[in-house]
């Protein structure tokens, strides 16, 4: 069994998520304690628990420890099955992480996945359910990995109410990536989202963000909804010919619309002044998925976050990998390559 102290690293609920997505996927039992320790509220939150209660649905796993505010647990994993699945946070948790979870277990899976996720799709601390659909699953898509978003509802702090549909199919085989350099910037684009709020919310913010990349061609649009909660975003993709950067920004009771456009583009711009050619968020996000490839993949990031240590190391503990990372001119080389090469 692999013993995991839930305190180190970056010391949150991403390595719980991991960790049990990584049990589920190798077979291999794991158990964890000091769960989220470097948090303000240690333990298992609504939404690590629906993760956690996912993945033991996936695969038919045992688990002790499974409660709210549960600083330890045991996970022993049976064996992934394809099938419909639903999940509801209860709360306005994060729906993409529960994903995350959700699909890494997933990646191994001969035949089709469809989850539904009911939580909130636009929360604080997570990635907004838009950093999935046009970031993430596109970056995966290169790597051999089929999801798509159907059916979605929004849902934002506190009501949530959202509601996530995604069809998910792994390949035979993972192809290995090298993205060695981000080639010529195409464009900035994006979508700026309200729910329950007028028109002029998202096209302050909207303009806000295109004051900020003034200098760089922009394409924006708006999606206005109706649901249970109230809210408002934005998300920005710089696209390059090789790859793409992504940045966000949720706005906040009391915070100007403008406030929140400044800021994700203000985001978006640290990420294309650095050397990556991941974003930091996509990096930690995506390496899991590279490491079950039986070639070498490799990419940049501006720096080397606690996340993305925490993912690196986790993979080594689980698959048979090596994670390297090497220190260049504005950032960092991230190589993920077979122990045996």
Not at 100 to 126: F, P, Y
Not at 283 to 291: T, V
Request: charged share 20%; aromatic share 4%; with cysteine.
């Amino acid at each position: 069994m692999i013993e995991i102290d839930g305190s180190e690293g970056e010391g949150g609920g991403q390595m719980l998520r991991t960790a049990i997505a990584l049990s589920a996927l190798t077979g291999k039992a794991v158990r964890i304690h000091d769960i989220r320790a470097n948090r303000p509220k240690p333990g298992l939150a609504a939404q690590h628990l629906c993760a956690v209660k996912g993945v033991a649905m996936i695969c038919d796993a045992l688990v002790e420890g499974a409660e709210m505010g549960s600083t330890h647990i045991t996970f022993t994993p049976g064996k992934v099955q394809s099938g419909r699945y639903r999940m509801d946070v209860g709360t306005a948790g994060s729906i993409s992480l529960v994903l995350q979870a959700c699909l890494l277990a997933s990646a191994k899976c001969a035949d089709e996945m469809k989850l539904e996720i009911i939580g909130g799709t636009n929360v604080r601390w997570s990635p907004p359910i838009d950093f999935y659909q046009r970031q993430l699953f596109p970056q995966m898509a290169n790597l051999g990995f089929q999801a798509q978003i159907g059916d979605m509802q929004r849902g934002f702090y506190p009501e949530g109410g959202g509601r996530v549909g995604v069809s998910f199919q792994a390949p035979k085989d993972v192809t290995p990536v090298a993205i060695d350099n981000r080639g010529k910037l195409q464009g900035v684009e994006g979508v700026c989202f309200s729910q329950n709020l007028p028109e002029h919310v998202c096209q302050r913010v909207m303009m806000a963000a295109s004051e900020e990349l003034r200098g760089i061609e922009v394409k924006l649009t708006s999606s206005r909804t109706s649901g249970l909660s109230t809210g408002a975003g934005i998300f920005l993709l710089a696209r390059y010919e090789n790859t793409t950067l992504a940045a966000d920004s949720l706005g906040e009771r009391g915070v100007p619309a403008e406030q929140v456009g400044s800021f994700a583009a203000r985001s978006l711009r640290q990420e294309m002044d650095g050397a990556g050619t991941l974003d930091v968020h996509t990096a930690d996000q995506l390496l899991p998925y590279m490491a079950l490839s039986a070639g070498i993949s490799k990419f940049r990031v501006r720096e080397i976050t606690s996340h993305l240590r925490t993912q690196m190391d986790l993979v080594q503990k689980f698959l048979e990998v090596q994670v390297k990372s090497v220190d260049v001119q504005e950032g960092a080389e991230v190589r993920v390559c077979p122990s045996c090469t």
